[in-house]
C-alpha cells in the first residue's frame, strides 16, 4: 500500500478541529508535519503540547514557524521547507513514503483514509494537480504573473512589470496537491539550475503555490506522470467567493472558497474520485462535519455534546500578557460578577481573588450561544461561567416596505463570504462598526439609518434605498474612532417611525492603546430635530460627550459592569478541577449548592468532545 506524507497547515484558535482532521485522516502507516502560523501562538502552543504527549512516531511539528498569507510566496515557502526537512534531516530518516499531500486546517475527507490509500497505491509516480482550463496569455494575465510582487510587512507589494520567459509553458490551477517521492526528490536534490531558475522567479510572483508545482511538472522529464485532478472538492460560490477580501494585504483581487453548510450536504459528490473537501469552519457550521463523519466516514457520534461546539478566544497566558485587549474590560467585570454571584451561592466569601484562566465561545446548533469564562478559585480548582448574550432589539414593522426585513444585526470584522461578524458578540471603541440586514424580496423602499451614541447625539445618519432584489445589505458607520463607550442604538425609520432598533455596547478599549477620544456628531446633530425621541440621553451614560473623562471610564468598575449585566446574563455555573491527578477533595466546596461539576455539564468546555477526541487506535467514534 502506499504510505502517504501529510503536510498539514494551521493557523487560527481552532485546536479542536485540528484533532478531528488529525483523527479523521490518521493511520500508523502513514506521516504527519505539521507547520503553524507563527501569528497562532496559541493554537502552535497547544499542538506541540499535544504531539509531545501523544508520542507518536510518525507524527512531527515543525521547528520554524512562517507567516504564510494569501497569495503569498511564504505559502510556497512553507511547501517546499516541509519538503527538504523530511528528504533531508536525520530525525525523518525512517519516514518512508510515496505522496506528500498538502492539507489546511479546512480540509476535511469525505471518504475514509483507506480508500484514499488504495486509490493511491495503484498510481504511484503519479502527480495530482488541478488546472485551468484556460490559454498560457490568459493564466499569466489572470495570475498577474506579469508582475513583480514582492513581499513586505504582511502584505504583498506590486512593484512593477516583467517578461515572462518564452520557452517556458506556464499554467496552473489550484494550489493543493499530490505530488510523487520522486518529483519531490526532484525538487529537493536536483542540480538541475532549471530548478533554482524557478524559485527565484517564483519568489516575486502573486499567488506562487497555484502554479509553481504546475510549471516545473510541465517543463520537465515528470510531465507523462501528470493526472490534471487533485482529487479534492472545492465550494465555489462566485456570488459569495469573490469580493476582492485581500485587498487589505494584496495589490491584486482574489477569490476564496466558502465554507461548506449543512445544507450542502448534497453537492459533496462522492461518486468521482475526490477524497477531501474545502472549505469547513465548526464555528461557522459544525453540522456538515457531523454528517459527514456519520454518513460518509462511518462514524456514530455521541448525543450529549454533538450539537456543541467549543473555540478558545483568550488564554490566561495571552491575557497577562496584554494580547487580550478586546476582552480585557469584558473579562474582568465577568470575573468580578462570578465572585459576588459564587459568595452568594456558596453562602461564604471566597478568600481569595479570582484568577483568570481561559475565554471560550460557545455554539450550539450553529448558533452563538455566549462565552464561557473561567477562572481559578483555589490551586487546583476552576470556576466556569456561562454568560448568555441579552436580546437588545425590537422590531415593529409598520411601514410599508419595512415587513421585508427579517434580520438586523450589529458588529465588526464583517466576513461578507460567510456572512457573519468575527467579533464574536463583543465589541469595544475601537472597532469599526457595521450593521448587517437580511431582506425578503419585494417591492422597492427607502428608509433612514441612525446611529445614536449613548448621550442620545446623532453619530451618523443616511438614506438608504433598499433594492427590490436585495436578500442582505450591509453599511459601515462613518464615525471617527476611538468614540465613546456605553449603550449605543442603531435603528431604521421610514418617515420618522422606527420600524426596527438594535441597542448595542460598546466597551472601552484599553487605555495603552488609546490617542486621543473622537465625538462626531452627524451634521451638527440637526436630525435631533426631526426626531425628538433621539434627544433624551440615555440613562446608561455617565458623561456627556462634551465633559468626558476617558480615564474615569476607563477606572469606573461599577459602570463597566452595569454594561456587562444589562448586556449578558450570568446564565450557569460549574466547578472543574485543574488537574485530574490531584485529589478532587476541593470539589467538596459545591456540594449542597446546586453548581454542577464541569465534567458532568454537556455546555461546559471541559467536557469530553467526542467529536474532537484524538484516537490512533481505531477507526470511528463510538
Known amino acids: 500500500p502506499a504510505k502517504i506524507l501529510f503536510i498539514i497547515i494551521v493557523h487560527g484558535r481552532d485546536f479542536r478541529q485540528f484533532k478531528r482532521l488529525l483523527t479523521a485522516i490518521y493511520n500508523k502507516n502513514h506521516y504527519y508535519y505539521i507547520h503553524t502560523d507563527k501569528r497562532s501562538e496559541y493554537l502552535c502552543n497547544k499542538i506541540r503540547d499535544f504531539i509531545d504527549t501523544r508520542k507518536e512516531r510518525n507524527i512531527a511539528v515543525t521547528s520554524w514557524n512562517l507567516e504564510p498569507m494569501w497569495g503569498s510566496s511564504s505559502f510556497l515557502d512553507v511547501l517546499l521547507r516541509c519538503m527538504k526537512d523530511v528528504l533531508l534531516l536525520e530525525r525523518f530518516s525512517e519516514w518512508k513514503w510515496d505522496f506528500y499531500v498538502n492539507l489546511s486546517g479546512s480540509d476535511y475527507p469525505i471518504k475514509k483514509i483507506d480508500q484514499f490509500t488504495a486509490y493511491l497505491s495503484l498510481r504511484k509516480g503519479k502527480n495530482f494537480i488541478s488546472s485551468m482550463s484556460i490559454s498560457t496569455a490568459e493564466f499569466v494575465k489572470r495570475q498577474g504573473l506579469n508582475f513583480l510582487f514582492y513581499e513586505c510587512d504582511n502584505r504583498m507589494w506590486r512593484i512593477g512589470k516583467r517578461s515572462i520567459p518564452s520557452h ?188 483568570f484562566a481561559e475565554l471560550v465561545l460557545i455554539n450550539q446548533n450553529d448558533t452563538f450561544a455566549g462565552m464561557l469564562v473561567s477562572f481559578l478559585i483555589s490551586t487546583n480548582l476552576i470556576l466556569e461561567v456561562w454568560m448568555k448574550k441579552r436580546q437588545l432589539a425590537w422590531a415593529m414593522p409598520l411601514s410599508k416596505g419595512a415587513e421585508r426585513l427579517y434580520d438586523m444585526q450589529v458588529g465588526s470584522n464583517l466576513d461578507k463570504k460567510e456572512q457573519i461578524f468575527r467579533n464574536y458578540g463583543i465589541l469595544s471603541a475601537n472597532d469599526e462598526l457595521t450593521v448587517f440586514q437580511r431582506w425578503r424580496l419585494g417591492p422597492k423602499f427607502h428608509c433612514n439609518l441612525t446611529w445614536v451614541k449613548p448621550d442620545g447625539e446623532i453619530a451618523d445618519h443616511r438614506f438608504l434605498a433598499i433594492e427590490s432584489n436585495w436578500r442582505f445589505s450591509y453599511f459601515k458607520a462613518e464615525i471617527l474612532k476611538p468614540v465613546i463607550p456605553g449603550r449605543w442604538k442603531v435603528y431604521l425609520s421610514i418617515n420618522n417611525i422606527i420600524f426596527s432598533e438594535l441597542q448595542f455596547i460598546l466597551f472601552p478599549v484599553d487605555s495603552r492603546l488609546i490617542r486621543g477620544l473622537q465625538t462626531s456628531s452627524a451634521l451638527g446633530n440637526d436630525y435631533l430635530a426631526e426626531l425628538p425621541r433621539l434627544g433624551e440621553a440615555n440613562s446608561n451614560v455617565m458623561y456627556t460627550s462634551n465633559r468626558l473623562n476617558y480615564d474615569n471610564i476607563y477606572s469606573n468598575k461599577k459602570w463597566i459592569d452595569s454594561l456587562v449585566s444589562e448586556s449578558w446574563e450570568t446564565y450557569k455555573f460549574c466547578v472543574g478541577v485543574k488537574d485530574r491527578d490531584v485529589n478532587n477533595a476541593s470539589l467538596k466546596l459545591i456540594a449542597g449548592t446546586g453548581i454542577t461539576n464541569c465534567e458532568d455539564s454537556e455546555w461546559s468546555s471541559f467536557i469530553k468532545d467526542h467529536k474532537t477526541e484524538f484516537r490512533s487506535n481505531v477507526v470511528a467514534i463510538d
Open 168 to 355: 517556458l509553458h506556464f499554467y496552473g490551477g489550484s494550489d493543493w496537491i499530490i505530488l510523487s517521492y520522486q518529483f519531490c526528490s526532484y525538487l529537493v536534490t536536483s542540480s538541475d539550475p532549471f530548478i533554482n531558475d524557478i524559485i527565484l522567479f517564483y519568489k516575486y510572483a502573486l499567488l506562487p503555490a497555484e502554479s509553481f508545482f504546475h510549471v516545473v511538472l510541465r517543463n520537465s522529464e515528470f510531465c507523462g506522470t501528470i493526472v490534471y485532478d487533485n482529487l479534492r472538492l472545492i465550494n465555489w460560490k462566485t456570488n459569495l467567493s469573490c469580493h476582492c477580501q485581500y485587498r487589505k494585504i494584496v495589490d491584486w483581487c482574489g477569490c476564496s472558497p466558502s465554507n461548506y453548510r449543512r445544507s450542502d450536504i448534497s453537492r459533496i459528490d462522492t461518486s468521482k474520485a475526490v477524497f477531501f473537501a474545502r472549505k469547513f469552519e465548526p464555528l461557522v457550521n459544525q453540522e456538515i462535519l457531523n454528517m459527514i463523519d456519520e454518513l460518509l466516514l462511518g462514524k456514530k457520534l455521541r448525543q450529549p455534546n454533538r450539537y456543541h461546539y467549543w473555540q478558545n478566544l483568550c488564554h490566561a497566558s495571552e491575557f497577562i500578557a496584554g494580547k487580550c485587549s478586546r476582552y480585557k474590560f469584558y473579562i474582568e467585570s465577568c470575573m468580578r460578577l462570578a465572585r459576588s454571584n459564587m459568595t452568594s451561592l456558596l453562602k461564604k466569601k471566597i478568600d481569595r481573588s479570582l484568577e
